[in-house]
């Protein structure tokens, strides 16, 4: 048999779309496959965009930085608000512009040229027992002798509390978050150690009446799905939102940057567009009972139940300049010890 001009043609474009470069985005993150996989799967749906996920335990600026300009990462992804500024401090992001971000995202929690944008929220919260009649708290008041020998919290220096230090640096200065420090220790009820969760725990087990710790371990106790202890220490307790004086509640994000030698730049924010869409931030909120980042998103009914949550306004980026400093107030009130 013999082609045709015209089926010559057809036939070389059948071939040819193979060897087209397909489009795809490079994602490295340290977050669990499990939780971003069902975004990125949406994504490629919606878009046709293949996402390449490289999974990492930690070391996410040194690994990006150490395969300097070939490096094949579009979009750097992780938790917490100090994280993302050690990646633009480390020179492997770039700055991006984008409509469809600014509008998403509320400008105290994304990085204000660009460089990173969370992309969800994770509030450090007041646990109390179920029956309290607590009903509302502020941070500052967790110093007051009222409190005393009943707060439970884990490590000054976790980096959940650096941050909420940090925040109480923002709105005070150093001279009363050091104070702040001293009271909160005075008012322990055991070593500032262990887990958030083990708030909870203790709390069920007489040890503290209150405890700080952030509201998705809360959803994850209080989830249908909780099981054994997790599930009877979520019993055991309720939520409360603190806010600071005159501001709001202290949060922490997750969130993404493009990376600096991004050799696919347009997918890669493509992708973190995407994410900030109605459908992923449904997606990404209830995978980890974390709070969407755009105004008006759907909140899981369990983090729901908890109330409305009203932001602290001060930027991320001002918080995090004081990282250093609230570790430093850490030990010099021997906070842990
Ligand atoms: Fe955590």
Same mark, same amino acid.
């Given at each position: 048999? &013999? ?36 975004? @990125?799967?949406?994504?490629?749906? $919606? ?6 996920? +490289? ?26 608000? !100090? ?9 492997? @992001? ?25 992309? $969800? ?24 002798? *009222?409190?005393? !020998? ?12 650096? $941050?909420? +230090? ?23 009820? &055991?070593?500032?150690? !262990?887990?958030? &969760?083990?708030?909870?725990?203790? +709390? ?25 202890? *997790? ?33 696919? &730049? ?60 609230? $570790? ?5 009130? !021997?906070?842990?010890?």
């Amino acid at each position: 048999m &013999r082609f045709s001009p015209r089926h010559t043609l057809a036939l070389a474009a059948l071939f040819a779309a193979p060897l087209a470069h397909a489009a795809e985005v490079n994602l490295y993150t340290t977050r669990e496959p499990g939780l971003i996989q069902p975004l @990125t799967e949406a994504f490629t749906k $919606s878009t046709g965009v293949k996402v390449n996920m +490289i999974a990492l335990k930690d070391g996410l600026a040194e690994r990006v930085a150490a395969e300097g300009e070939r490096s094949p990462a579009d979009v750097l992804m992780t938790v917490d608000f !100090g994280n993302l500024v050690d990646l633009v401090e480390a020179g492997v @992001t770039q700055p991006v512009s984008s409509e469809t971000l600014a509008s998403a995202i509320p400008a105290n929690l994304r990085d204000d040229e660009g460089h990173w944008f969370a992309l $969800s929220l994770r509030s450090r919260v007041v646990y109390a027992e179920r029956g309290s009649a607590l009903s509302s708290i502020t941070y500052e008041n967790l110093a007051d002798p *009222q409190w005393k !020998g009943k707060l439970c919290i884990r490590s000054g220096q976790h980096p959940y509390n650096t $941050s909420l +230090i940090s925040a109480h640096i923002a709105h005070h200065g150093e001279a009363a978050t050091e104070q702040w420090l001293r009271g909160m220790k005075a008012n322990l009820a &055991r070593k500032a150690a !262990g887990g958030d &969760r083990d708030g909870a725990r203790d +709390i069920l087990g007489g040890i503290c009446d209150i405890a700080v710790a952030n509201a998705y371990y809360a959803g994850q106790m209080k989830s249908p799905d909780a099981k054994g202890d *997790q599930k009877a220490w979520g019993e055991a307790i309720k939520v409360v939102l603190p806010t600071f004086e005159g501001g709001g509640t202290h949060v922490n994000v997750s969130g993404a940057a493009v990376a600096r030698h991004a050799p696919n &730049r347009a997918e890669a924010i493509r992708l973190l567009e995407y994410l900030v869409s109605d459908e992923a931030q449904g997606i990404y909120a209830a995978a980890n009972y974390e709070y969407p980042v755009k105004p008006g998103a759907p909140v899981d009914p369990v983090l729901a139940g908890f109330g409305e949550l009203k932001v602290d306004p001060i930027p991320l980026e001002k918080i995090a300049a004081h990282r250093k400093l609230a $570790s430093e107030l850490v030990d010099k009130v !021997g906070f842990d010890q």
